[in-house]
């Protein structure tokens, strides 16, 4: 029998979540349907009941998909099937794994899996706020450990206003977005991209999400205890020896200490030496123990070198290579790298390094997006790189990973709201990490920002990016904030929280903490002093390139555009695109056209000014309306009896009239001496109103002859009755007309064809 338990939960806009287990998938260890709209997802937890052998860390793995049904479309491809997750899903994916894996306990080690599935959405309401709150539900009501409930919220301020879970159409509107996922207590994520806003604003958005996150966290912790799941599985994943972690720390502790108060820049000398602290204590181990105890004193030594380096900075303010809390490692920077690029830049703080590229390309080098709710194009790509070698690990190079994917997007938000308004290119930077000790992703937005400047991209204000980090005491009210992390500081820390920003303000954020009971206090003193970091590496990067390369240089492709009247995009294409294949043709250029806000947006982009003059120049004929009374240079067409077709402007005719061609009385048009073929100056006298037929002239270019009087056209006769449809007297009756000649020759082509 079913036993469905439903929750609720209400936004402050009405709008309401339903939260449902004991319908769908009861044989995972949790499973909630959560619904808000016309958006479904389901969630589903299990985890192993025992941990796999070795295992002293949390192997939790998240996955979120997107089904093309839940939008009623079919995924591309030959197998018409979903396939790989998209960037959007491993981002997400992300987003919730960041949550959740702290709140684990520590000593649970079991194989878990968490999976999100979208079922339905039509769009409007954006799933992946709701990912969260849908895994921890799902949590919740299972017997797996977890000191949670969480909730993930999406916070924009559109017109001034928090808005918890925007609509896509709001997210439009929003100088401001944010994910935060939060305990009940405390923050414990955040990510987010920004118009320059202040550190105050920033504060005051992560106050609003956690608000409506404590709400849904109430409801998860009711929808538990409806369930029955308070009492969680006992488990016991670890095997402890108290006397060998005492011994542990009482002869490992002091050395560990000194080697941290050293002040050594050098990373690899740091770990050898840490690492031959440990190797020491397992030597002096009787050699029989040595293997049985191995595993268990290097998780001591472990935490022996975390708790030396955490007091070492509490203490002393000593740091791991020497620095203060607020001080930013050496940096060196410079442009123009490497020559075959558009743009370049090596940026290098410390021990970590980028390596960044950028390429401007044309509107068909830009990114096709076909997701489940998303299609469109990208116009600016950022893509990061991590190679083995850069930490000096002897691995081979893999595909790109799902951190990889993540500080790239972080950098991608940090850099795109401060590239120009109607900027005609299609932009990628690469950032390849060829040193790595600590942020590398705030490395790559300097870098980016740099490599943007040396392409001469007229950037709206430079974006320098700074990873922060902290030090707590649980036993005692002491912390430090600590500017420029090392990956070791990360690590070992509390938080790892990067800012980015220009001058003006922050323009992308995400953070992640590791303790509880961050209070809003420490969260402020961390984003002052990492605008004071921001602000010095701006400095650094001023110094390098003071302002964007004047030109571009020479092998970027130049790119004008152009828009026209909608009605007009026709013509442009041509039949069968006809017209915009002989433009390129002729000139040598690229060009594309596209419908957008009921006009026709052309882009032509060539390597040389002479091949986007010449497309100009064909494009503007096509598109130039006639005007009266201007001047044109046509070419004759054909001839009749009466006159002269001239095309005066692309795919446009007009009847040069013999009596317009000189203000002498021409008998013929064989006298007047024009031929197919000619080109003529004429002027456009007249537009017919009702036909659009146009008349031109030559001899109104001409000087009036001295008292030339213009000729009155005879009154024309009476021709009598008109004549009925049988022709009158002509009817049938041919006879007086003779027999019909068959020597008339051919009949006449008025086309000349």
Request: aromatic share 6%; with cysteine.
């Amino acid at each position: 029998m079913l036993n469905p338990i439903k929750k609720t939960i209400e936004l402050s806009d009405g709008r309401v979540i339903t939260i449902e287990t004991g319908k769908l998938a009861k044989q995972a260890d949790g499973a909630v349907e959560l619904r808000m709209g016309n958006t479904m997802l389901l969630a589903t937890v299990v985890s192993a009941k025992e941990a796999g052998e070795g295992v002293d860390f949390m192997p939790l793995q998240v996955e979120y998909k997107e089904k093309f049904s839940s939008n009623g479309r079919f995924p591309g491809g030959f197998l018409k099937r979903e396939g790989r997750a998209s960037d959007y899903e491993i981002l997400t994916a992300r987003l919730v794994d960041r949550v959740l894996r702290p709140l684990f306990p520590d000593n649970y080690h079991a194989d878990t899996f968490v999976n999100i599935t979208m079922y339905s959405s039509d769009g409007v309401d954006m799933p992946d706020a709701l990912a969260g709150l849908a895994a921890s539900a799902a949590i919740a009501v299972s017997d797996i450990p977890f000191n949670g409930p969480i909730s993930e919220v999406r916070v924009a301020r559109v017109d001034g206003q928090f808005v918890i879970n925007p609509t896509f159409a709001q997210l439009e509107k929003a100088d401001m977005e944010l994910m935060v996922g939060a305990t009940y207590d405390n923050i414990m994520m955040v990510e987010g991209e920004m118009d320059e806003v202040s550190e105050t604003d920033l504060l005051n958005a992560l106050k609003a999400a956690h608000d409506a996150i404590k709400e849904q966290c109430k409801v998860q912790l009711e929808l538990a205890e409806a369930v029955g799941a308070t009492v969680k599985r006992e488990y016991c994943h670890e095997v402890n020896d108290e006397d060998l972690r005492k011994d542990v720390r009482e002869k490992c502790y002091d050395k560990a200490y000194a080697i941290a108060k050293a002040g050594c820049a050098d990373k690899h000398w740091r770990q050898d030496s840490f690492d031959a602290i440990c190797k020491e204590y397992i030597e002096a181990l009787p050699e029989e123990e040595q293997e049985e105890k191995t595993p268990l004193v290097k998780r001591y030594y472990h935490d022996v070198e975390k708790e030396a380096v955490r007091r070492c900075i509490l203490d002393e303010g000593i740091r791991l290579d020497g620095r203060k809390t607020t001080d930013i490692r050496p940096i060196w920077c410079e442009v123009d790298y490497i020559p075959g690029p558009h743009g370049s830049a090596v940026f290098t703080r410390g021990e970590t390094q980028s390596l960044s590229t950028v390429t401007l390309g044309t509107k068909l080098d830009e990114k096709i997006l076909d997701e489940v709710l998303t299609q469109g194009r990208e116009r600016f790509l950022l893509h990061y790189n991590f190679p083995p070698f850069s930490t000096g690990e002897a691995k081979p190079v893999r595909g790109v990973g799902r951190r990889e994917i993540g500080h790239g997007n972080l950098a991608h938000r940090a850099l795109k709201r401060m590239l120009p308004d109607d900027f005609p290119y299609v932009c990628r930077i690469v950032s390849d990490i060829l040193e790595s000790n600590g942020s590398s992703s705030m490395a790559t937005v300097c870098a980016g920002t740099l490599a943007l400047l040396d392409a001469g991209v007229k950037m709206k204000k430079p974006v320098s990016g700074i990873a922060m980090g902290l030090i707590t005491d649980t036993e005692s009210d002491k912390y430090a904030v600590l500017s420029d992390i090392l990956g070791d500081e990360d690590h070992l820390g509390d938080m790892d929280f990067k800012v980015t920003g220009t001058v003006d303000g922050i323009t992308a954020t995400q953070m992640d903490i590791k303790c509880d009971g961050l209070s809003y206090e420490i969260l402020e003193k961390a984003l002052l002093q990492a605008r004071d970091g921001r602000l010095h590496i701006l400095g650094k990067i001023n110094e390098t390139i003071p302002a964007p390369r004047e030109d571009y240089k020479p092998h970027v492709p130049r790119i004008v555009t152009l828009t026209i009247p909608k009605e007009l995009i026709g013509a442009v294409i041509g039949p069968g695109g006809k017209i915009i294949q002989g433009i390129q043709e002729a000139s040598g250029a690229t060009v594309s056209i596209d419908e957008i806000d009921d006009h026709g947006y052309i882009e032509v982009a060539a390597a040389n000014k002479d091949a986007i003059d010449k497309a100009m120049e064909l494009i503007n004929a096509i598109v130039e309306l006639p005007e009266e009374g201007k001047v044109y240079t046509g070419t004759v067409r054909s001839i009749l009896d009466f006159g002269a077709f001239v095309e005066f402007m692309p795919n446009r005719d007009g009847l040069l009239h013999i009596s317009e061609i000189s203000w002498d009385r021409i008998e013929n048009m064989e006298a007047s001496g024009i031929k197919e073929g000619d080109a003529l100056e004429v002027k456009l006298i007249e537009i017919d109103k009702k036909t659009g037929k146009y008349r031109l002239s030559m001899r109104a270019l001409q000087p009036k002859p001295e008292g030339y009087v213009e000729r009155e056209r005879a009154p024309r006769a009476d021709r009598g009755p008109r004549r009925d449809n049988n022709g009158g007297n002509r009817g049938n009756n041919r006879g007086d007309r003779g027999p019909r000649k068959d020597n008339r020759g051919p009949r006449r082509n008025d086309n000349n064809e």
